[in-house]
Every structure is written in C-alpha cells, then in structure tokens.
C-alpha cells in the first residue's frame, strides 16, 4: 500500500508564501509522476503543478511566475513553493502520485488534502 503525508498548509496574508511538501511512502518501485490539486469551495478539482519521473514539469497558467514544484526523488517527496499568494489560491490543496507497486502494478494515490487559507 502506498501512502501520501502532506504538510505546510496554514493562513497566510495575500502576498506572503507558503511550501507544501508530500512524502510518498509504502512498497514502490518507481514515482511516475507528482504533483498537486486543489479544489476551492463551490469549484472543481484542478491541477496546480505536475513533476514526471523524467523531469517534465506543467504547471496551471493561474500559478505561473507565483508556484515552483519540485522533487527529491530520495525522499519521494514532493514540494510546492507557493510564492505572491492570492485570495484565490485559498483551497483544500491534494497532493497526487502515479506509482509503480507491488502486487498491484500501477496506482493512482491521493493524499488527504490540506487546507492552504490566503486572506485580503
């Protein structure tokens, strides 16, 4: 079983930064791919940065220039460098893998979400 621990969520004021990080842990073989999602009040899940095994990096075009994703491939750890936060950054923000394990192969995890707050 494979499992992602998020951290790094909290308040901030507009403007300010904050870095969330995602360790994977569990029987894996290989991280195809990480990265993170959030999902405002009242709005679909979207994608915020993906980071391939391979280095290939997309990010949303709400975040370009303000968040930089990251990968300690070591740790199997994710980060998210959130910089010149907005109002409307405010978001449960979940962190996502693709994973090669064992028995079952290929899987998508998520982890449980973590609540990043940008107040005006």
């Known amino acids: 079983q494979v499992q992602l621990e998020e951290s790094g969520g909290g308040l901030v004021q507009a403007g300010g930064s904050l870095r969330l990080s995602c360790a994977a842990s569990?029987?894996?073989?290989?991280?195809?791919?990480m990265g993170w999602y959030r999902q405002a009040p009242g709005k679909q899940r979207e994608m915020v940065a993906l980071i391939t095994d391979n280095g290939s990096i997309n990010y949303a075009d709400s975040v370009k220039g303000r968040f930089t994703i990251s990968g300690d491939n070591a740790k199997n750890t994710v980060y998210l460098q959130m910089n010149s936060l907005k109002p409307e950054d405010t978001a449960v923000y979940y962190c996502?893998?693709?994973?090669?394990?064992?028995?079952?192969?290929?899987?998508?995890?998520w982890g449980q979400g973590i609540l990043v707050t940008v107040s005006s």
């Open positions: 996502n893998a693709d994973v090669l394990t064992a028995p079952v192969g290929y899987l998508e995890v």
């Open positions: 569990g029987t894996i073989f290989s991280i195809i791919a």
